[in-house]
């Protein structure tokens, strides 16, 4: 049984938040069970704060001035030289002003977004109204990516990306604004992957293409392309086929996997492209040996 590497440990409890609700679909199959962990947006930082503070001074700054610029020019020039006085200042300080909403609005967004782990599923709410519920056996793939931020060569904050591909419907990004990015991805993938494994790897023993995204593999070798293998029957056209026999390595390096072929050059392909990383080597591991 494959084990997600970076498990966590076990966790205490946390307290049950009355703001949760439950989808209709959590009631499925005995309702989503016990609470696991649960992951909030993340709070600005001190600094974004003070920024804000600081945006909402100049802006009354800005609007102060700018009515008493209006009211000095009318004072003295009469009524005509009061709105070119303080249009300027005006303006200014309204497109302040619409920079501190889309900030308010952004921070409002970020703190309703929340994913909870369940003992029998998933509840996610990825933006103000759009919430979800998935048992884990709906779950068909996740894929995720850590992006180390850079500046002049020197490494900033890392930021992570992930998507849920539920077996029916669109994908669902989780925005790294979530609380514990590494261990909401780790308690998901420690969750959904023994569901999906053991089909994994009997399509794969039978000789079945089994697909990853851009990439699928099956006993006599893998293929990679633009367009998406199928997973019965043959790969679709445009793409490379390439035997095991032919692959000289597999490894990870800088968020790309790289397919290194025999006497060929060496095929990228990103990591957040790519669902079930995981069980991707682990299949290879078992049948391929490279």
């Known amino acids: 049984m494959y084990n997600s ?10 307290k049950q938040i009355s703001a949760i609700q439950y989808s ?23 600094g974004s704060v003070i920024l804000f503070l600081l945006g909402c001074l100049v802006m009354l700054g800005l609007l102060a001035y700018g009515v008493w610029s209006g009211y000095y ?31 308010s609005f952004g921070w409002i967004r970020r703190r309703r977004q929340f994913a909870a782990i369940y003992e029998n599923g998933l509840h996610l709410r990825a933006g ?38 539920p077996s029916r419907g669109k994908k669902v990004h989780l925005h790294g604004s979530l609380q514990d990015m590494p261990g909401l991805i780790s308690r998901i993938k420690y969750n ?5 494994l ?37 790969p679709t056209p445009g793409g490379k086929t390439i035997p095991w026999e032919q692959v000289e390595r597999i490894n990870i390096q800088a968020g790309y996997l790289e397919v290194t072929p025999t006497g060929q050059r060496v095929q990228r392909l990103l990591i ?12 290879i591991h078992q049948g391929a040996q490279v």
Not at 74 to 94: F, K, Q
Not at 192 to 196: A, C, N, Q, T
């Open 5 to 14: 590497p970076g498990m966590p440990g076990p966790t205490k409890k946390p």
């Open 24 to 46: 209709a679909a959590a009631s499925r199959n005995g309702g989503p069970g016990k609470l696991i962990a649960l992951h909030r947006g993340r709070n600005f930082g001190a």
């Open 73 to 103: 020019a009318y004072r003295v020039s009469g009524p005509e030289a009061a709105a070119p006085a303080s249009r300027a200042w005006l303006a200014a300080a309204g497109l302040i002003f619409a920079c501190l909403l889309i900030w």
């Open 128 to 165: 103000f109204f759009r919430t979800g519920f998935w048992q884990w056996s709906e779950l068909a793939g996740i894929s995720s990516a850590a992006i180390q931020e850079q500046f002049l060569h020197l490494p900033l904050r890392t930021t992570y990306h992930a998507a849920l591909f």
């Open 192 to 196: 959904m992957y023994p569901h999906l």
């Open 198 to 234: 053991p089909s994994l790897s009997e399509a794969y023993q039978t000789g079945s293409w089994v697909t990853f995204g851009p990439l699928a593999i099956q006993r006599r070798g893998m293929y990679i392309g633009k367009r998406r293998a199928t997973s019965n029957g043959q």
């Open 272 to 283: 957040s492209d790519i669902p079930n990383l995981e069980l991707l080597l682990e299949l």
